[in-house]
């Protein structure tokens, strides 16, 4: 590995403690010229070419959907991952959960999936004026998910010969099964049968109830599943599969539809899916309307406790649990005797339960997972000589998918965040909307991120381009695509009312575009969770509306997006600090200093640690790095004072240069080289010219050095929002 141009820079780091902390003012200076410093680098670029380093970048890889979408839709996936066929996605605009740039992404990948012939269908919309928690009508996903079925019809079964064994549920009798009113389940079991009468619509229901281990070799108490059939079951009733999760914790195996419980039909609205919990009557009692199975069972996640000093809870162990008690269902119901067709599973999760759903739906099958299946005995797998097998009339891929407000791209979050409100932070670092709002409480506290926080959201920002082309897209493209999402919802809103919240507007009476506009700059004040609705500098020019009533069309050019997301950021006012995902060991060694979080990267780690960082932020931040760099945390006995040195030590890890300057540049050139972005005699063109320029200042003409940064422009290759280039570019409209 090629050694950093700036070992000069790379000064005794025992110099780096808190009484020397830089208090550059990251606002003031373009976000491509904060770094993190060089000797920080070489100690991460050594880590990344780590085993451990790959290993968690497959970690992320399986938790996500999105690299197993692209893949398949650009025709460079190698593991067999099979996507849903069809997919239900509902995202509220001001989500205090998420950022909406992974989601736009996801669209993106559907739109190429779909025009590719890879999956049928997908009905993505982005929710405006709800938050995390809220962001779906029931009734509509209820209608989507019935005309799916119907457009697609029973499956022809797999001709196979009947089997039995220990997965076989209709050979269960008997057993234990405690529970509570609200599912909570005492005590089970290994295995059993029990028949239960609920009220459906005020009239005796009969549901068959079989619980049992999902897997031949289980490595933890929640790898359990229930198995609901209705009295109304047909041969070819499809299974509504639920994941219970929240947040990417674990869930425990619980119980669903309970005995001597009460459901009802025809109660749906927004929000019944999570609203009243996880067993709300009103969604229940459509499932066992329509003669679905029901299915919910218990994973392992980021939260459980070590056994026996190994974290088992790491990436892939949520989708692999998952997708054991897939395989589970469909081995019983294609070699057993469990009535339901199984090519028509929905998966259904909200939040964490969402993005488990997503990842899972977009690698159904892959080989990615086969080895952590073997571990636990999942059927449909075989092994001989170091290689799988997996049986075609079982899997884990699913018929569609039905997710709300997914939490996903954990592994590249943060950057993706920064990526959209790195620009709007720093205002707020500055005070512009404290001035201008006189509201200094919640995110619009100047003080509300420390100042490390704001050097790692002008770092991470640099990174989100890059995510965008690993996957075969641009950044350009995926603006385009949250532009056109935000389009979509605010006609919507005009056409149709349909916001989910109807009562904060009325279009009804709206006829001209003028007003179309007056009403959505009404509407657009009104988000949840505006803490200043009125306040006129939260600009709305970003859009224009023309058409007439009922076929409004809205506008937003491609120059809107800078004013698109700080009014996405101001809205929601819970935009996560930075880093957003992966903040695990930061909160300890340097204190909160606001509203802080990133749970979710304690889904990726060795099996001897409870995390392991996955980007250079998050890993130069923790603590538990810095004697890497030669720098000690403070040990000081006073929390608070602790906590102020050690956010003061972490300042001194980044630089923030001066620009446009040759140092910048040469800066962007070698993290380009390391990210593999500039390579072979692109790089060395783009250096010898950025050499010739730098001689030539002072010397010649400012056209000469112009020619010169012109020259490694082009001859660079990169596209023209590539750091390298905008670096070069700004030293040209410099010199």
């Known amino acids: 590995m090629r050694k950093m141009r700036y070992v000069a820079a790379a000064v005794a780091t025992a110099a780096l403690v808190a009484s020397t902390a830089t208090t550059a003012n990251a606002a003031t200076e373009p976000e491509e010229n904060v770094f993190l410093k060089p000797h920080v680098l070489d100690a991460w670029y050594e880590y990344t070419a780590s085993d451990t380093f790959a290993e968690l970048q497959q970690q992320g890889k399986m938790a996500t959907p999105n690299v197993y979408l692209a893949d398949v839709a650009r025709g460079t996936d190698t593991t067999g991952a099979e996507p849903a066929d069809y997919w239900y996605v509902r995202n509220g605009v001001p989500d205090d959960g998420v950022t909406l740039a992974p989601e736009a992404i996801l669209y993106a990948n559907l739109e190429r999936l779909k025009a590719a012939g890879k999956i049928d269908d997908f009905n993505f919309t982005l929710v405006m004026n709800l938050p995390h928690s809220e962001n779906v009508s029931t009734a509509e996903a209820y209608e989507w998910m019935d005309g799916i079925l119907a457009e697609a019809g029973p499956s022809d079964p797999a001709d196979v010969q009947p089997a039995t064994g220990w997965w076989d549920v209709t050979t269960y009798e008997g057993g234990t099964f405690v529970e509570s009113a609200n599912g909570n389940v005492t005590s089970s079991s290994d295995t059993g049968k029990r028949e239960i009468t609920v009220t459906l619509d005020g009239q005796p229901f009969g549901v068959t109830h079989y619980w049992g281990w999902y897997s031949a070799t289980p490595n933890s108490p929640k790898q359990k599943i229930s198995i609901y059939v209705p009295e109304n079951v047909r041969e070819d009733s499809p299974t509504f599969f639920r994941t219970n999760n929240g947040g990417w914790t674990s869930n425990n195996f619980v119980a669903t539809i309970v005995d001597g419980g009460s459901y009802n039909t025809g109660n749906l609205a927004f929000n019944t899916v999570m609203g009243g919990g996880n067993n709300n009557p009103a969604v229940l009692g459509e499932i066992l309307d329509r003669g679905m199975i029901l299915v919910s069972y218990g994973a392992r996640?980021?939260?459980?406790?070590?056994?026996?000093?190994?974290?088992?809870?790491?990436?892939?162990?949520?989708?692999?649990?998952?997708?054991?008690?897939?395989?589970?269902?469909?081995?019983?119901?294609?070699?057993?005797?469990?009535?339901?067709?199984?090519?028509?599973?929905?998966?259904?999760?909200?939040?964490?339960?969402?993005?488990?759903?997503?990842?899972?739906?977009?690698?159904?099958?892959?080989?990615?997972?086969?080895?952590?299946?073997?571990?636990?005995?999942?059927?449909?797998?075989?092994?001989?000589?170091?290689?799988?097998?997996?049986?075609?009339?079982?899997?884990?891929?699913?018929?569609?998918?039905?997710?709300?407000?997914?939490?996903?791209?954990?592994?590249?979050?943060?950057?993706?965040?920064?990526?959209?409100?790195?620009?709007?932070?720093?205002?707020?670092?500055?005070?512009?909307?404290?001035?201008?709002t006189g509201i200094?409480?919640?995110?619009?506290?100047?003080?509300?991120?420390?100042?490390?926080?704001?050097?790692?959201?002008?770092?991470?920002?640099?990174?989100?381009?890059?995510?965008?082309?690993?996957?075969?897209?641009?950044?350009?493209?995926?603006?385009?695509?949250?532009?056109?999402?935000?389009?979509?919802?605010?006609?919507?809103?005009?056409?149709?009312?349909?916001?989910?919240?109807?009562?904060?507007?009325?279009?009804?009476?709206?006829?001209?575009?003028?007003?179309?506009?007056?009403?959505?700059?009404?509407?657009?004040?009104?988000?949840?969770?505006?803490?200043?609705?009125?306040?006129?500098?939260?600009?709305?020019?970003?859009?224009?509306?023309?058409?007439?009533?009922?076929?409004?069309?809205?506008?937003?050019?491609?120059?809107?997006?800078?004013?698109?997301?700080?009014?996405?950021?101001?809205?929601?006012?819970?935009?996560?600090?930075?880093?957003?995902?992966?903040?695990?060991?930061?909160?300890?060694?340097?204190?909160?200093?606001?509203?802080?979080?990133?749970?979710?990267?304690?889904?990726?780690?060795?099996?001897?640690?409870?995390?392991?960082?996955?980007?250079?932020?998050?890993?130069?931040?923790?603590?538990?790095?810095?004697?890497?760099?030669?720098?000690?945390?403070?040990?000081?006995?006073?929390?608070?004072?602790?906590?102020?040195?050690?956010?003061?030590?972490a300042v001194t890890l980044f630089d923030v240069l001066p620009g446009p300057s040759y140092e910048v540049v040469r800066r962007h050139i070698d993290i380009a080289e390391r990210d593999g972005d500039l390579t072979g005699k692109a790089l060395s063109e783009v250096l010898k010219h950025v050499a010739q320029a730098e001689k030539l200042a002072g010397k010649a003409s400012s056209n000469a050095v112009k020619a010169q940064l012109d020259n490694a422009i082009r001859k660079s290759g990169l596209p023209s929002d590539a750091n390298v280039v905008k670096a070069i570019q700004a030293l040209a409209d410099a010199s």
């Open 440 to 649: 200094t409480s919640g995110r619009n506290n100047p003080t509300a991120l420390a100042e490390w926080q704001y050097l790692s959201a002008a770092v991470l920002a640099q990174k989100g381009d890059d995510y965008t082309y690993e996957l075969g897209l641009t950044p350009e493209s995926v603006k385009r695509t949250l532009l056109d999402m935000m389009e979509t919802s605010l006609e919507l809103t005009l056409n149709e009312n349909n916001s989910y919240r109807p009562t904060l507007v009325d279009v009804s009476t709206v006829t001209t575009p003028a007003e179309a506009k007056a009403a959505l700059d009404v509407f657009l004040r009104q988000q949840d969770s505006n803490r200043a609705a009125n306040w006129a500098g939260l600009r709305l020019d970003w859009f224009t509306v023309t058409g007439t009533q009922g076929a409004f069309e809205v506008t937003i050019p491609d120059s809107g997006w800078d004013d698109l997301t700080e009014y996405l950021y101001w809205v929601s006012q819970w935009t996560k600090g930075t880093p957003i995902s992966t903040a695990q060991g930061l909160t300890t060694g340097l204190g909160k200093s606001g509203a802080f979080a990133g749970g979710e990267g304690q889904l990726f780690g060795t099996r001897d640690a409870p995390y392991t960082q996955l980007n250079q932020v998050s890993w130069a931040m923790d603590p538990a790095n810095w004697h890497l760099f030669g720098v000690q945390q403070s040990t000081n006995p006073n929390q608070a004072q602790r906590q102020a040195e050690n956010r003061a030590i």
């Open 301 to 436: 996640s980021m939260n459980d406790a070590p056994v026996n000093g190994e974290y088992q809870g790491h990436s892939p162990a949520t989708m692999t649990d998952t997708k054991a008690a897939i395989r589970f269902l469909k081995y019983n119901q294609v070699y057993g005797g469990l009535p339901g067709d199984p090519e028509r599973v929905i998966i259904h999760g909200m939040s964490g339960g969402g993005g488990l759903t997503t990842a899972v739906a977009a690698s159904g099958n892959s080989s990615d997972y086969f080895e952590s299946l073997a571990e636990i005995g999942a059927l449909g797998l075989t092994q001989s000589g170091g290689a799988y097998s997996d049986d075609p009339a079982v899997g884990d891929d699913v018929f569609a998918t039905f997710s709300s407000a997914p939490i996903i791209d954990s592994f590249r979050a943060d950057h993706l965040a920064e990526w959209m409100y790195n620009e709007t932070r720093q205002k707020i670092r500055d005070g512009v909307y404290a001035n201008e």
